[in-house]
């Protein structure tokens, strides 16, 4: 089995019928070689979740900040005060269970002074830990409201903050579909790049395999590495009753 690709099973939407420590122990059945959470892991019983993740040999990559019903709310000038607190209580768990980054989610909102907002916002949190700070572009269609909805925003807070421990989360689900094309894109920015995910196009399903999908995965992963991406690819998809054989061909 090749180990040029390694996946990290994102628990937001993989074994959706299952309760969260139930997914992680999935994860480590269904040979997974890393964990990454959305926000569950701020409700799960830490002793326990820290045990079972010991228990699988599972690193985990990452947790999204408490994302509640506005995605985040690190760009909402007038809850800046909550953003804080989401961000101590997403740092205190990630360091009970060795996470290594914390996605800060801006939030739903258009509000005037909205950047300058999530720019004091994603300040505090590397001013308040030593992990990679995460923040992710999401395109409109998924979710038309989201402050962060461009790649090329994405890269301008990252200029405007420069600090070597804020990175992207490069979902190749939003960037393909707000922008088109993501092995250019990926190209453009891969030296900002903490960290990649991956799902199908248009569905946001398994990745598909092959010349007829609008991402083959095949050969934009290739691409990938040749860019010079050399971590981990986190599955964040919808799973149908398709199973893991796009994992399995990509390893052989």
């Not at 070597?164 to 891969?190: I, M, N, S, W």
Request: charged share 25%.
């Amino acid at each position: 089995m090749s180990d040029q690709y390694q996946f990290s099973a994102n628990t937001g939407f993989l074994w959706p019928d299952r309760p969260f420590i139930d997914r992680v122990r999935a994860a480590a059945a269904a040979g997974f070689d890393a964990v990454e959470f959305h926000d569950e892991a701020q409700s799960a019983d830490t002793a326990e979740l820290v045990d079972v993740l010991s228990s699988a040999r599972l690193p985990v990559l990452g947790l999204n900040v408490r994302m509640g019903a506005t995605a985040g709310c690190a760009a909402i000038p007038e809850r800046v005060d909550e953003a804080r607190r989401d961000i101590d209580q997403a740092i205190a768990v990630a360091d009970r269970v060795g996470a290594r980054g914390v996605h800060v989610l801006a939030g739903k909102t258009d509000a005037p002074g909205a950047e300058a907002a999530y720019i004091a916002t994603l300040r505090y949190a590397l001013s308040v830990s030593d992990l990679t700070i995460l923040i992710e572009p999401i395109c409109r269609q998924a979710m038309p409201d989201y402050f962060l909805g461009r790649l090329d925003q994405a890269q301008r807070i990252l200029g405007e903050i420069d600090h070597p421990r804020l990175k992207l989360l490069f979902d190749c689900y939003h960037v393909q579909t707000e922008h088109g094309d993501v092995v250019a894109r990926l190209k453009q920015c891969v030296d900002d790049v903490g960290h990649i995910q991956i799902a199908s196009v248009p569905g946001r399903n398994e990745p598909e395999l092959g010349p007829v999908a609008e991402l083959d995965y095949a050969t934009v992963l290739a691409a990938f590495r040749d860019a010079g991406y050399a971590g981990m690819f986190g599955c964040e998809y919808r799973p149908t009753d398709a199973g893991l054989r796009w994992r399995n061909e990509l390893r052989e």
